[in-house]
Structures are given as structure tokens and as C-alpha cells.
T-cell receptor, first 116, second 112 residues
């Protein structure tokens, strides 16, 4: 079975703090993709990153960074120097890397509130 | 370029009525997915199209739900005899073959 767990339901921080959003996944597939999406109050899901299970290198994009550890089945997301505009629900998702059907298996999301 | 668009943005209907939700994918995207998101939950897969055919409809909750994509572009999700439990945001996503999925703004369906 495939499953994504985001244990943190809600996080509240003050602007400029660093914050890490946790994601733990389960899959029997040998290859797969992991994703993070952002859902701001407007509701539209915004793609942030895709990571192939073969590639365990950490990635940094501006204030965002991702830590993929296959040994612990985790794909955590860190926002450095958070800003009010980062307030949103963040979803971690998983899809197999086999065949054409890449339906996404989603976590329940973490609601991040960045307060001024 | 234009992203995924969905119409209507909001739909209020009465229990027992029929509704159609439309999705216009990004031009050239061959894969199209429908998901449903209830309040406080992550999206839940409904159906996947590759071209014109529904390659995986295992997520459709029952036979009241049906979706088509007759020309391999626009898709319509159809719900018959709506029930209050069908109230949710219906999300559409498209992708180039097996690439990253890009989402539309969703249709908020409310069944009274």
C-alpha cells in the first residue's frame, strides 16, 4: 500500500523564523516520485518540487529547501526566514514511477500560519 | 501560457440533480486527472485519462460519477442524482505524459 503521512496538522510561526514541514511516506514501489504542493487561501494547488527516488540529493531553491532521506522514508521541507506570504496549506504527495498513470497519493496537509 | 481552467468556479445544486463540471487542460497535455478534495483533507484521486480514454477510473466513488474526454482535450465530470456527501472541491490537473501535474483552480460543488 502507498501512504503519505504529514504528522503536523497546524504550525504557527512568527515572521523570519525557520520552519520545517515533515513528510513520511510508505511504498512498495522501487521507483517513485515525491512532490510538495502549496495551497494558499485562494485554493489553487501550486507545484513546488518533484524528486525522483533515485536522487537523494538535497535541493535548495531560494528560501525553500528539501531533505530527502530514503533510509527513513522522509521528504521534509524547510522554509528559511518565513514570510507572511508563505501562509498556506502544504501537501506532500507520492506517485509511482512506473507506467503512465501517475495518480498522486496525498498527505492530509500541514497548515502553516506565518504571523507578522 | 494559459494554465488549467475549470468551470464553473462554484456550483450550488439541490439533492438529486445532475451536474457537469468542465476542465480545460494546458494545451498539448495528454494526461488529465480529476481529484476531489473535502474540507481539511488532501485531494483524493477520481479518474485518469491518457488521451481520450479513461485509463484508470478506480477512484470514482460509485456509478453516479462519470467522466469523458471525447477529443483528448477538454474533460467533463458528470454527477447524477447528487447527494449532500458529494459536496467538495473538484480539482482537475493535466500533465505532459508522465510529467508533473499542474492543477486548475477547482470547482466548489455544494449540494443542498
Amino acid at each position: 500500500a502507498q501512504k503519505v503521512t504529514q504528522a503536523q496538522t497546524e504550525i504557527s510561526v512568527v515572521e523570519k523564523e525557520d520552519v520545517t514541514l515533515d513528510c513520511v511516506y510508505e511504498t512498495r514501489d522501487t521507483t517513485y516520485y515525491l512532490f510538495w504542493y502549496k495551497q494558499p487561501p485562494s485554493g489553487e494547488l501550486v507545484f513546488l518540487i518533484r524528486r525522483n527516488s533515485f536522487d537523494e540529493q538535497n535541493e535548495i531553491s531560494g528560501r525553500y529547501s528539501w531533505n530527502f532521506q530514503k533510509s527513513t522514508s522522509s521528504f521534509n521541507f524547510t522554509i528559511t526566514a518565513s514570510q507572511v506570504v508563505d501562509s498556506a496549506v502544504y501537501f506532500c504527495a507520492l506517485t509511482p514511477n512506473a507506467g503512465n498513470n501517475r495518480k498522486l497519493i496525498w498527505g492530509l496537509g500541514t497548515s502553516l500560519a506565518v504571523n507578522p | 501560457g494559459a494554465g488549467v481552467s475549470q468551470t464553473p468556479s462554484n456550483k450550488v445544486t439541490e439533492k438529486g440533480k445532475y451536474v457537469e463540471l468542465r476542465c480545460d487542460p494546458i494545451s498539448g497535455h495528454t494526461a488529465l486527472y480529476w481529484y476531489r478534495q473535502s474540507l481539511g483533507q488532501g485531494p483524493e484521486f477520481l479518474i485518469y485519462f491518457q488521451g481520450t480514454g479513461a485509463a484508470d477510473d478506480s477512484g470514482l466513488p460509485n456509478d453516479r460519477f462519470f467522466a469523458v474526454r471525447p477529443e483528448g482535450s477538454v474533460s467533463t465530470l458528470k454527477i447524477q442524482r447528487t447527494e449532500r456527501g458529494d459536496s467538495a472541491v473538484y480539482l482537475c490537473a493535466s500533465s505532459l505524459s508522465t510529467d508533473t501535474q499542474y492543477f486548475g483552480p477547482g470547482t466548489r460543488l455544494t449540494v443542498l
